[in-house]
């Protein structure tokens, strides 16, 4: 965690991230940050395959105001449901 309260997540290559890693993650963020707001950028780009609970669980409001997201192309995104629900 950088001292602007922004996370820098870089998923492993070939990951194929569930439920309990979605979880397991936003819960790790919430403790690094010690209660304050933060931030997160995520790397998903060599991300293989993401479980739709995980993209749903994700997709909370309350996690989708913090993440943000870079695509194949290096582009940085606001996580949003609708992005989310996209990721294959």
């Known amino acids: 965690m950088e001292a602007d309260m922004v996370a820098w997540v870089t998923i492993f290559p070939d990951a194929q991230q569930t439920l309990a ?15 304050r707001p933060f931030r997160a950028l995520a790397d ?11 993209r749903e669980f994700y ?13 194949e192309n290096g582009d ?3 996580a949003d449901r609708q ?6």
Do not use: C, W
């Not at 997709?59 to 695509?71: A, C, F, G, I």
């Open 21 to 35: 890693d979605a979880k397991e993650n936003i819960q790790a963020l919430e403790e690094l940050s010690q209660g």
């Open 44 to 54: 998903i780009r060599q991300m293989a395959s993401q479980a739709r609970e995980a």
């Open 59 to 71: 997709s909370e409001p309350s996690h989708t105001q913090r993440l943000v997201t870079v695509d």
């Open 76 to 78: 940085r995104k606001p």
């Open 83 to 88: 992005f989310l629900y996209g990721l294959q």
